[in-house]
């Protein structure tokens, strides 16, 4: 394989565009209402920018955007405070 001739596959480049909406929106932070709202726009908005996604290939970028908004660490602070309280 020559240098530069990788063309990521649209799943491959749905999913970074998910990640990216992610960290750039706030949904972190979302209250789960909100968070699910987000979802349902964003998905059906990806689905619609690449059309050739299946409906399969879509439920499962949403689980994988699901899956990293609520971690088993929890983002931010509540980490940390572990973190400082020495435990």
């Known amino acids: 394989m020559s240098k530069g001739s990788y063309v990521p ?3 491959d480049r749905a999913r970074d ?3 990216s909406h992610i960290r750039r929106c ?3 932070d ?3 209402d ?3 709202e987000w979802f349902d726009d964003t998905i059906e908005y990806l689905g619609e920018r690449y059309p050739e996604l299946t409906p399969v290939e879509l439920s499962t970028l949403r689980e994988i ?3 990293y908004c609520a971690p088993a660490i929890p983002h ?3 980490g940390r405070k572990v973190e400082e ?3």
């Open 9 to 11: 596959k649209s799943s």
């Open 34 to 36: 909100q968070r699910q």
């Open 85 to 87: 309280a020495g435990v």
């Open 17 to 19: 565009e998910l990640f």
């Open 76 to 78: 931010g602070g509540a």
């Open 26 to 28: 706030g949904v972190l």
């Open 65 to 67: 955007g699901e899956r």
């Open 30 to 32: 979302a209250a789960d």
